[in-house]
Nanobody, 127 residues
Framework: VQLQASGGGLVQAGDSLRLSCAASGRAFRYIGMGWFRQAPGKEREFVGG????????????YYADSLKGRFTVSRDNAKNTVYLQMNSLKPEDTAVYYC?????????????????WGQGTLVTVSS
């Protein structure tokens, strides 16, 4: 699967932004998708993930504890796209955001369990 992330930009603190990650490949609906971010000088960190069944049941969606309530992951299997809705953005949310795809495994926050990555999209939040 190939991934293309988009939607990043420069926003002010308190604003909202929605990132998209478009996937190519017939098996998208069976793939788990995740979002990570990497700020300058820091390691890549888990943001959220959604299983292939999460679009129907509402379960199978996972978040970093620190981001629960502000960030929402969703997916549209008909459009082969996963989204990251970010609300009440803070300057510390500034990072390059990456989407990843995983065929198996239950450890959503572990980057090396992802099989493919998008190129990243930069989000800059000014104070």
């Amino acid at each position: 699967v190939q991934l293309q992330a988009s939607g990043g930009g420069l926003v002010q603190a308190g604003d909202s932004l929605r990132l998209s990650c478009a996937a190519s490949g017939r098996a998208f609906r069976y793939i788990g998708m995740g979002w990570f971010r990497q700020a300058p000088g820091k390691e890549r960190e888990f943001v959220g993930g959604i299983s292939w069944s999460g679009v129907r049941s509402g379960s199978g969606i996972y978040y970093a504890d620190s981001l629960k309530g502000r960030f929402t992951v969703s997916r549209d299997n008909a459009k082969n796209t996963v989204y990251l809705q970010m609300n009440s953005l803070k300057p510390e949310d500034t990072a390059v955001y990456y989407c990843g795809a995983k065929a198996s495994g239950s450890r959503w926050s572990v980057a090396y369990e992802y099989d493919a990555w998008g190129q990243g999209t930069l989000v800059t939040v000014s104070s």
